[in-house]
């Protein structure tokens, strides 16, 4: 039988791109940090995030019906750490530059790109939901840079290849 551990170990020698998962509700903004997104279709244009359901964020997202994939650049280490609580003092958008685009969630201004979403289907999986989100705005803005990776409990970042 295969344990969390197990599991873990494994997905530690998968490396993926860090991202600040944002929503928000009339009465409250908030955001984590993930590894779990993917995109899923190209038409219509979908991705998904997988949230586990003890956070804080799960039953905003619920609540709201979007939620905002802002992929991260090196230079965005503290907001990734803030943003997974390793700093449960500080308010996680403190200081963070962000606007609204088509849903309302959070878009982080420094991001790398982003994908704004509204949920089209949410899948019960155990500790976790699958999110599937239509993107209903996008962008790159910060073309050129390179994003914040994750691997074997690492931040890492790229360099340069072939």
Known sequence: MVT???L???MRNWASTVTVVTTRTSEKMHGLTATAFSSLTLDPPEVFVSITK???THP???QSGIFCVNLLTPEMQHVSDRFAGRFPNEE???GVSYRFEVTGAPVLNDALAFLDCRVEKALDTGDHT???GRVLASGVQKPGQTPLL???GRYR???ECC
């Open 157 to 159: 970042y790229l360099g």
């Open 130 to 132: 699958i999110f599937i």
């Open 4 to 6: 969390p551990d197990d």
């Open 150 to 152: 994750y691997f074997q």
């Open 60 to 62: 905003l997202i619920e």
């Open 92 to 94: 996680r958008f403190a």
């Open 54 to 56: 003890r956070t804080i």
């Open 8 to 10: 873990k170990a494994v």
